[in-house]
């Protein structure tokens, strides 16, 4: 088990098993979100999906994603507007 220093909750927890996305957010999630707060993400993601009925193939729904989940995981550039 690898622990790292989680950017989201601000303490010591452990390393997910693989980066998320094979690019550089995928490896800025990976360096500095626990594997606790990516589940986190992984549950309000699919809140957001449900509620907004998105269906995440589209540009404007993965786009809609994103920006919730760096704000989520990051604290930035997340807006309210639904797609």
Known sequence: MTTIHCARC???GER???KPFPNELG???FDTVCKS???EWVKTQQQLINHYALIPH????REFL???MEQFLFGEGASDRVP
């Open 27 to 29: 490896q800025r999630i």
């Open 16 to 18: 997910q098993a693989f």
């Open 58 to 61: 589209q540009p404007k729904a």
């Open 10 to 12: 601000g303490q010591d």
């Open 66 to 68: 994103l920006r919730n």
């Open 37 to 39: 707060c990516w589940a």
